[in-house]
């Protein structure tokens, strides 16, 4: 296994062809606001950048930082290359494609409406099945963007320690079948 499929493994997701994650990537992006500001120098006017100044803020241009919104864009990308149709986590989960649809509907099956279709994110099965009690705690999370609920679910929090004192995932905390109120307890306000 490469490097980068056991990054994805790690996380939930499936490593895919550059050919599907281009498309996503292309589809994630088209989904961002555009912008049409040029740069900050030349938006303002002299006062409003004397001011600014002052104040300690920094108006230069660093086209050599990291973007948030590419990296926003690239793992809304990722999510949705890697996610299922509701047909396909049917076939998974051994449930009909109108079952999956009313998950989704109850906000239990986290899911991404674009253009008409859902997308599913995989990191919500384990196997031929949900993950426990992931229903409750996306129900919780419904009104989350697609990104904000993959980082929360794959980012360790202090609040979920595991007995060998190392702090788990909210994803892993599930997995292992801890108690679900002590997620909820934590679930970011919406």
């Known amino acids: 296994m490469s490097t980068a499929e056991h990054y994805f493994q790690l996380h939930g997701l499936q490593a895919e ?25 030349s938006e303002l006017t002299v006062n409003e950048v004397a001011m600014l100044e002052r ?12 973007d948030p919104m590419m990296g926003y864009a690239t793992e809304f990308a990722a999510i949705l290359a890697t996610s299922l149709t509701p047909a396909q986590v049917a076939k998974t989960l051994a449930l009909t494609p109108v079952r999956v649809r009313q998950l989704i509907r109850e906000g239990s099956l986290y899911a ?8 599913v994110p ?3 099965l384990d196997g ?19 990104v904000s609920v993959m980082r929360w ?18 994803l892993e905390w599930l997995k292992t079948g801890r108690d679900v109120e002590t997620l909820l307890a934590i679930v970011p306000d919406v």
């Not at 104040?55 to 990291?66: F, I, M, N, T, Y």
């Open 122 to 124: 995989v990191f919500q």
């Open 112 to 119: 991404i409406r674009i253009e008409g279709r859902w997308h």
């Open 17 to 41: 062809a550059p050919e599907k994650l281009n498309k996503a990537l292309q589809a994630a992006i088209g989904q961002l606001e555009t912008t049409i500001y040029g740069p900050t120098s």
């Open 55 to 66: 104040a300690g803020v920094d108006l230069q241009e660093h086209p050599k930082r990291s």
């Open 153 to 170: 679910y794959t980012t360790r929090d202090p609040e979920l320690e595991s007995p060998d004192a190392n702090d788990l995932t909210p």
């Open 128 to 146: 031929a099945a949900m993950v426990p009690n992931i229903g409750q705690v996306n129900e919780q999370l419904a009104g989350l963007d697609a």
